[in-house]
């Protein structure tokens, strides 16, 4: 099982009792997967070809980044609520994982949050117990404008050609929307992959909202790690001051089905997200002019991982209309 894997948004809302995660078994491919080893850090402007992957230096600490391919637009890849970038380069069926897959067509580029997770080695395969991230730890809770702050001065530093397509799951699907309001002209096309819904702080029951917000200040599962920590309300404050939405080519990818659990409490959670996501998911949508929406109908939270294919194509969809 992917270790470390923390579950949100969607269908599957942030659930503790799912720390085993999305997968079973992984098949993830070469090209861009990733290692659990961090390189040295790197120069500025040695990110823009060939095969990348470095700590960079931003603000006096490091954070690690991982290029691979060629072709514009660049995807950036960013993954969920614990999870390192690594998550890219896992998949249970539908071979390749997203990132090796997408490195045969364009840019790709993942890096590793400050307190996530590492999941799976080089091949994409299982770890068997979790892993620090290869980014410099900061205190926690963050805010999402120091994530996209952060986002952005690792790609300028590094020198990551634009323009960008910008693949958000999960959490991080806000970041990505924080991103593209924060940096338009940065920005050329968007894939959520089973975002958060914004909607979800306002139409669940209050204990589930309560274990919503307390799962994103999550225990760290690796001792002395400081885990990622962030307040729900904090981030769709962001989102809300931020500029108004530029219209630019996008898709909401929603899962189908719901993710297992055996937490009581998190499969009630899962219930009333499911009795509140059409609306939810409705709302999300209309937040952003001219997107386009899309049903993964047998996958669950996880989409990038259990049908890899789907957010391929989603990507170069997007990619060609920018």
Not at 54 to 73: D, I, N
Not at 141 to 164: C, F, N, Q
Request: hydrophobic fraction near 45%.
């Amino acid at each position: 099982m992917l270790r470390g894997t923390r579950v949100l948004g969607g269908v599957g809302a942030v659930l503790l009792a799912a720390l085993a995660g999305a997968c079973s078994s992984s098949s993830g491919s070469g090209g861009a997967a990733t290692s659990t080893a961090a390189s040295s850090s790197a120069p500025a402007s040695s990110a823009v070809s060939g095969d990348f992957a470095a700590r960079v230096t931003v603000g006096g600490r490091q954070v690690y980044l991982e290029c691979h391919g060629s072709g514009r637009p660049t995807v950036l890849l960013q993954s969920g609520y614990g999870n390192g970038g690594d998550i890219w380069s896992a998949a249970t069926a539908h071979p390749p994982a997203v990132a090796p897959g997408l490195a045969a067509t364009n840019r790709v580029c993942v890096y590793d949050r400050p307190g996530s997770v590492l999941s799976v080695d080089a091949a994409g395969t299982p770890l068997s117990s979790s892993q620090p991230a290869r980014s410099d730890q900061v205190p926690m809770p963050r805010t999402a404008t120091a994530v996209v702050t952060e986002w952005h001065d690792v790609l300028a530093t590094a020198g990551v050609p634009g323009p960008y397509v910008l693949v958000g799951h999960s959490l991080g699907g806000l970041f990505a929307v924080l991103y593209a309001r924060t940096y338009p002209d940065q920005v050329a096309g968007m894939v959520l992959v089973d975002a958060t819904p914004p909607a979800f702080a306002t139409l669940l029951p209050p204990a589930s909202l309560t274990l919503l917000k307390d799962s994103l200040k999550a225990p760290s599962l690796i001792p002395g790690y400081s885990f990622e920590g962030y307040a729900l309300d904090e981030i769709i404050g962001s989102i809300d001051a931020a500029p108004a939405w530029r219209p630019i080519p996008s898709t909401l990818l929603f899962a189908g089905q719901v993710q297992q659990v055996s937490d009581p409490p998190a499969r009630q959670l899962l219930k009333d997200a499911a009795a509140v996501q059409d609306q939810a998911r409705a709302q999300f949508a209309a937040s952003m002019p001219g997107v386009t929406t899309t049903l993964v109908p047998d996958a669950s939270h996880y989409i990038h991982v259990e049908r890899p294919d789907a957010v391929i194509e989603a990507v170069r969809a997007v990619a060609g209309k920018t």
